[in-house]
């Protein structure tokens, strides 16, 4: 059968009032930003990496790029050289990774498609997506 069942799996929470986030191409991970960091953790290792150039987000195994391309906002999330985007169009973002497409609206992020994009998937957690989400509108004044 084609249909598709969706699950609520959890809640993000953020519950450290300040969040930080890393911009990569400042940073040479010495470690200093614990020392002054509001929020707990180590920055350089544990919070979102931001880069602000194609070059420096093209060099790098891990981290984040907000782009704008033809008038549409793209957040470009990097794990292991695999590159996953969520982006606003219109009234829904959009997220696209290698396994799967889905459609998600505007107000409160709630799935409203998927298209599995692997035949051999049949099943996603969309925890990063989510993350995306956040992060999308935290890092929206970056350039």
């Not at 969309?126 to 989400?133: G, R, V």
């Given at each position: 059968s084609d249909k598709i069942n969706i699950?609520?799996?959890g809640v993000l929470n953020l519950t450290q009032k300040t969040q930080i986030l890393n911009i990569g191409d400042f940073c040479n991970e010495c470690g200093n930003c614990t020392t002054f960091c509001p929020t707990n953790g180590k920055p350089f290792k544990d919070?979102?990496?931001f880069y602000l150039t194609e070059k420096s987000f093209n060099e790098v195994e891990n981290g984040f790029m907000l782009n704008n391309l033809q008038n549409n906002t793209v957040l470009l999330h990097k794990t292991n050289y695999t590159i996953s985007s969520l982006s606003l169009k219109e009234n829904n973002f959009i997220y696209e990774s290698k396994n799967v497409k889905?459609?998600?609206s505007k107000e409160n992020?709630?799935?409203k498609k998927v298209e599995f994009l692997n035949e051999n998937?049949?099943?996603f957690e969309?925890?990063?997506?989510?993350?995306?989400?956040v992060l999308f509108y935290a890092a929206g004044n970056l350039y």
């Open positions: 699950e609520k799996t919070k979102p990496k889905a459609t998600f992020f709630d799935l998937i049949n099943e969309f925890t990063k997506a989510a993350k995306m989400f």
